[in-house]
């Protein structure tokens, strides 16, 4: 389905837009949403080595825990000789080594301290990979060869599926079918093939979520907990010692970074006020800062985490605010209040309730803060950014409010037309962006990135997946899956989600081609890291809403989860 760019589709079809008078009785709805079950003051209580401040440079390592830095310079350079071992070797045995090794960095979330050299390696092989799938005795594995295709997409560098996995499946059917029975090949080829934008195959392995669709930093966690905890190399290659050392180290000191940012964060929103304040909203903040560690979880990324949490929790309370407690009165002067963005914390209309002021001055002091830290580290100006995404986010929130008030069912391409925008990812990200990317991400103009754009139609879409039988049963808006349903050619709710599921694997499909079209063009794309942002947001989306509404109503796999990454380090191998 075509997506309209960087405009936000007020209303369409036979929907029309009318000026509602305030209610009368001003009767509120109420969700009855569960209270949050975190102790604030345990958090904010924790104390923390004084080392472990911001970190702003890129070239600065987490070093939380002074103890460790010589420990964990020795293991870089470990990994470092390791990988660049016998450099002049180009065997398969050591290529596929090498691709093992980089697989394993990536797995385990260390990568980012060997970009350089990981490109590096990817280039060589890749200027080599012609002749050698030319030569059945110097083609590497399926495996490796996957591994090898997956990784250069990743990094721009162009990979063709005829020159590179058609060559390698090919030279293994000689080889009497026994890359058939390897399921590890089988595995990375279908996830590097749904990487180059084709369907998998293979029935049982959709049952797997793909591994380019789980957050790296949630992915380096579980590879840890088996590798460390549970002792379980599930008849993998070993992983070296030396890397899984390294990687202990890395996940522990960023854990530590992590805690701290969370207590800030936890301490800002208590000063709000707004959990006693809107005491009928959804009260989020330590799932908001977990979905930030996810979306950004490197060390230099604090600014990011910073503003996707305070973000982040703003939004579930405003979405609250539309959807379940303002007349239509109030939320049309709300709307226009974000649109001026005045001066003052009504925004010049005193009709506004203290809930609504309360929120409107949150939000206007929120956005200033970050803008002037972007302002202050990349000497250019987001506040203008910032007041627009709040208001497009408040005026698709009113279209969907006058909706559910008039008993409306829109279309379906004029719900998601609407809907990728209420998804709040677009604002979430053109927060994010600038305090990653600065200026740079701004170059495009005023439309937002089309990798913007699809990953918050993932997060609208998957959403409403999980959500719908609850918001039905609340009388809430009609989610993409009713509007889905009330099309003439959908015979039911099962079909409904057929097509959203196949929706959502398409809307990956396009979103891995921008990511690699976007990665191989230096001069008119964002910075690898805004492309990985977006990336990083459909990922942990996946996770949030895996098994119900991780945000309304979080499960106990999302606490423990969330306990996991962010309060319980990894412990020494035993």
């Known amino acids: 389905m075509a997506l309209a760019a960087g405009v936000v589709v007020v209303c369409s079809g036979d929907f029309q837009q009318q000026a509602v008078e305030p ?18 003051d345990a958090i904010c209580s ?51 080594s090498r691709l093992r090794m980089i697989h394993q960095l990536q797995s385990l979330g260390i990568a980012y301290h060997f970009e350089q050299e990981i490109k590096a390696i990817l280039l060589s092989m890749h200027r080599d990979a012609a002749k050698a799938s030319n030569n059945k005795h110097d083609v590497l594995d399926l495996h490796s060869a996957a591994l090898l295709f997956r990784m250069l ?6 990979a063709s599926t005829g020159d590179l996995l058609l060559a390698m499946t090919s030279a293994s059917s000689r080889e009497d079918d026994d890359h058939k029975a390897n399921s590890d090949g089988l595995l990375a080829l279908s996830l590097s093939r749904a990487l180059a934008g084709q369907r998998l195959h293979d029935g049982h392995l959709q049952q797997q979520l793909p591994l380019h669709w789980r957050a790296p930093r949630l992915q380096a966690m579980w590879t840890l907990q088996k590798q460390i905890i549970a002792g379980d190399d599930d008849g993998e ?10 990687a202990r180290v890395d996940f522990n000191q960023v854990q530590t970074l992590h805690q701290r940012e969370l207590a800030e964060a936890t301490r800002w929103w208590k000063e709000t006020g707004l959990g006693e304040k ?6 989020r903040v330590v799932e908001c800062f977990f979905c930030a560690a996810c979306i950004a979880p490197e060390p230099h990324l604090a600014d990011c985490r910073e503003v996707l949490a305070k973000a982040g929790s703003l939004i579930v309370h405003l979405d609250d605010i539309y959807d379940v407690y303002g007349t239509p009165h109030e939320l049309q002067a709300f709307t226009d209040a974000i649109g001026g963005w005045e001066h003052g914390s009504t925004g010049g209309d005193t009709a506004l309730p203290s809930t609504m002021k309360a929120m409107y001055a949150a939000i206007q002091e929120t956005s200033t803060v970050a803008a002037e830290r972007v302002l202050h580290n990349h000497a250019c100006h987001v506040l ?24 409306y069912t829109p279309s379906f391409r004029e719900y998601l037309a609407n809907g990728w925008v209420t998804s709040t990812g677009p604002l979430l990200l053109l927060h ?44 809430d808006v009609p989610s993409a899956i009713a509007c889905c349903m009330a099309e003439k050619w959908c015979a039911g709710e099962e079909q409904a989600h057929a097509a959203i599921q196949g929706l959502i694997a398409d809307t990956w499909k396009m979103l891995n081609k921008e990511m690699s079209s976007a990665s191989a063009d230096h001069h008119q794309s964002m910075p690898a890291v805004a492309n990985k942002l977006c990336l990083n947001l459909a990922r942990i989306i996946h996770c949030i809403y895996q098994d119900g509404d991780g945000i309304t109503s979080p499960t106990h796999r999302i606490k423990s989860m969330i306990t996991d990454l962010l309060f319980n380090p990894i412990p020494h191998a035993s």
């Open 384 to 407: 203008p950014l910032y007041k627009k995404a709040w208001h497009d986010l408040c005026k698709a929130f009113l279209v969907e409010a006058r909706w559910h008030q008039q008993g």
């Open 23 to 40: 209610s009368s009785s001003l009767q509120r709805r109420s969700a009855n949403y569960e209270p949050t079950t975190w102790d604030y």
């Open 237 to 246: 290659t070993m992983i070296d010692p030396a890397i899984l050392q390294l």
């Open 153 to 158: 997409r990743e990094q721009g560098i162009p």
């Open 432 to 475: 994010a962006l600038p305090a990653a990317a600065g200026a740079s991400v701004l170059r495009a103009g005023g439309a937002p990135p089309r990798l913007l754009e699809l990953s918050s139609t993932i997060f609208r879409l998957r959403n409403d997946c999980v959500s719908h039988q609850a918001e039905s049963e609340r009388g």
């Open 278 to 283: 809107l005491a009928f909203a959804r009260e």
């Open 46 to 96: 924790r104390s923390f080595d004084s080392s472990s401040e911001r970190v702003s440079d890129f070239n600065q390592l987490p070093m939380v825990a002074s103890d460790n830095n010589a420990a964990m310079l020795t293991l870089k350079e470990r990994v470092v000789e390791r990988l660049l071992l016998k450099e002049e070797d180009t065997t398969t045995a050591t290529a596929s």
